[in-house]
């Protein structure tokens, strides 16, 4: 039995999440390109279901240029450069604002249309080709599915298959009833859409539909870069590296099951068990850093910055939270609070040594750090 999801409030989710996306991304760029999509958001399905639009707009164009009833695109010659053509024009992505933010919130819809009811997902999108495309249609398509991908993967190339959407459909309906039990739960797919905005389960969908399931982890896939003969759309895959996590910036906070600590908890501790010592070698040297940065074109920078925990770009957010503060955006959040109550560059950077460098592994010679340090360098007019 599919869950009833309130459509009004996926509506309203989906306007505001993509608002708060767009708001932040168009702040400094006009254009939005293929290979920057993949990593917009924390969650890779809604990334890759935006691709996935473009994918279909982009067939859609191809077929339209050759339904012209003067020219004969069966021509090997016209065939292939046409096919060259499309190549180059899937590798151009290049979208404004106005035309990008609807292609974001149909995405978000269908992410959570995916995560929620996979079965009535995949029977809608057997359900938009004819009989003898299916086959091929998922294998186009299931490059840019992310979650449940085990329902559809048997279907492809199936042997004594027939090719009718009904025999697919039945052949999903079987793979959703002996693999239901082992599915990743909607919540855990769609907890990461919550660093941007507060997704509320209950408002979601009914407490009564909600079925409790385990959460099993998907594991990263490799990316590939687009050969350049190939189509955008042909080589897309998701990054090696896990998603940026995105601090939210709107609503009440994420439901976060991998929380290393939070200021409730960092202030239970005794200050002698909180953290590891760093060592020397490892240590931020306060005075050297503020030497080099003041004689660098960062000095006219000295206290500009009145509140860090106000003041950090979005973008940096979700920069600090993965490679600095092991994915926790409380810890993060702790950390300006904390800098915020310094006197001085030196009390600051210290806490850093005392709290964070030698706790989390931080790498003092980073780009990351070295950027994160150049951030409080601007807090603070005076060394201490």
Not at 21 to 42: H, N, R, S, W
Request: include cysteine.
């Amino acid at each position: 039995m599919s869950a009833k999801i309130n459509s009004n409030y996926v509506e309203s989710y989906a306007k505001e999440f993509s608002g708060l996306v767009c708001a932040d991304y168009f702040k400094t760029k006009k254009y939005m390109t293929g290979q920057e999509i993949i990593t917009l958001t924390p969650s890779i399905q809604v990334n890759f279901f935006i691709i996935k639009i473009l994918f279909e707009t982009w067939q859609l164009e191809i077929e339209k240029l050759k339904s012209s009833p003067y020219f004969d695109y069966r021509d090997k010659a016209v065939h292939e450069s046409l096919r060259e053509f499309a190549n180059l024009l899937s590798r151009t992505i290049k979208i404004e604002r106005q035309h990008f933010e609807p292609l974001l919130i149909q995405a978000v819809k269908e992410s959570i249309s995916l995560a929620v009811n996979p079965l009535d997902f995949f029977k809608n999108e057997i359900a938009k080709v004819k009989d003898q495309d299916v086959n091929q249609f998922l294998k186009d398509n299931k490059k840019y599915i992310k979650w449940h991908t085990a329902l559809i993967s048997s279907l492809i190339d199936r042997a004594g298959l027939q090719h009718t959407r009904e025999a697919y459909t039945r052949a999903l309906e079987n793979n959703f009833a002996s693999q239901k039990a082992g599915l990743d739960s909607y919540k855990s797919l769609l907890n990461s859409m919550g660093q941007i905005k507060f997704l509320d389960f209950d408002l979601l969908i009914p407490v009564q539909d909600e079925q409790i399931e385990e959460i099993p982890k998907p594991a990263p896939q490799p990316i590939q870069e687009p050969l350049a003969t190939e189509s955008f759309f042909d080589q897309i895959e998701e990054p090696s590296k896990p998603l940026p996590i995105r601090m939210p910036v709107s609503g009440q906070e994420p439901e976060l099951e991998d929380t290393v600590m939070v200021e409730e908890d960092l202030k239970d501790l005794p200050s002698e068990r909180r953290f590891k010592t760093v060592n020397l070698e490892n240590r931020i040297d306060p005075i050297e850093i503020w030497n080099r940065l003041e004689n660098e074109q960062y000095s006219v920078m000295k206290g500009t910055i009145k509140d860090l925990a106000e003041s950090v770009g979005l973008n940096q957010r979700f920069m600090f939270t993965k490679e600095l503060f092991d994915g926790n955006p409380d810890l993060l959040k702790h950390a300006l609070r904390s800098i915020d109550e310094c006197k001085s560059f030196v009390e600051a950077i210290e806490l850093l040594n005392e709290r964070y460098v030698g706790e989390l592994g931080w790498n003092k010679n980073s780009e990351i750090v070295e950027e994160f340090v150049q951030l409080i360098f601007r807090k603070f007019d005076n060394r201490g």
